[in-house]
T-cell receptor, first 114, second 110 residues
Framework: SQTIHQWPATLVQPVGSPLSLECTVE??????LYWYRQAAGRGLQLLFY??????ISSEVPQNLSASRPQDRQFILSSKKLLLSDSGFYLC?????????????FGQGTRLTVV | GQNIDQPTEMTATEGAIVQINCTYQ??????LFWYQQHAGEAPTFLSY????GLEEKGRFSSFLSRSKGYSYLLLKELQMKDSASYLC???????????FGTGTRLQVFP
């Protein structure tokens, strides 16, 4: 069966510090991978989307970046965090191989920038 | 691009029926999804519609009309544990991206 791992679960970082959030998927090949951000009480904002290694689509201009160094690994990074980067970050994967196309989410990382 | 609209909040009584609507505009439609999200947790998949009509899964049903750009999620026999946010999402056929609406926060009262 497929599983998705996302870590850390919570993170408190000072303004101006770097960020690295990691997400890995097991049990499937060539998944579509997503990074979403959710502000408190709001919907999911798509940040990055990837259909393959090295193929990253950025949805919103910001000081975040994403990389996909391996087929089932998706990393969200920042060189210098802003207060506005606080939020709930969710990694998700989907694939057409199973016949369904829903996205499955990791447990999320709650980031607080102070 | 895509535009997805849902009511921000709804309230209902335990045991009742509630319908959560979602309207969307998209350049290329390839399926509509409903997710449930409890506070502080990740969203979990509820239903998927790609053809017009009603899909039923126990107490939950989802309806789609592609010509109207409209879907609803119907929750029957409401329970207190159904208090959560319900997210409508649309997949774009051209990019395969999954775009979410802002979600509807449902509160179920005894």
């Amino acid at each position: 069966s497929q599983t998705i791992h996302q870590w850390p679960a919570t993170l408190v970082q000072p303004v101006g510090s770097p960020l690295s959030l990691e997400c890995t998927v097991e049990g499937t090949s060539n998944p579509n991978l997503y990074w979403y951000r959710q502000a408190a009480g709001r919907g999911l904002q798509l940040l990055f989307y990837s259909v393959g290694i090295g193929q990253i689509s950025s949805e919103v201009p910001q000081n975040l970046s994403a990389s996909r160094p391996q087929d089932r690994q998706f990393i969200l990074s920042s060189k210098k965090l802003l207060l506005s980067d606080s939020g709930f970050y969710l990694c998700a994967w989907s694939t057409l191989l199973t016949g369904n196309t829903e996205a499955f989410f990791g447990q999320g990382t709650r980031l607080t920038v102070v | 691009g895509q535009n997805i609209d849902q009511p921000t909040e709804m309230t209902a009584t335990e045991g009742a029926i509630v319908q959560i609507n979602c309207t969307y505009q998209t350049s290329g439609f390839n399926g509509l999804f409903w997710y449930q999200q409890h506070a502080g947790e990740a969203p979990t998949f509820l239903s998927y519609n790609v053809l017009d009509g009603l899909e039923e899964k126990g107490r939950f049903s989802s309806f789609l009309s592609r010509s109207k750009g409209y879907s609803y999620l119907l929750l029957k026999e409401l329970q207190m544990k159904d208090s959560a946010s319900y997210l409508c999402a649309v997949r774009d056929v051209n990019t395969d991206k999954l775009i979410f609406g802002t979600g509807t926060r449902l509160q179920v009262f005894p």
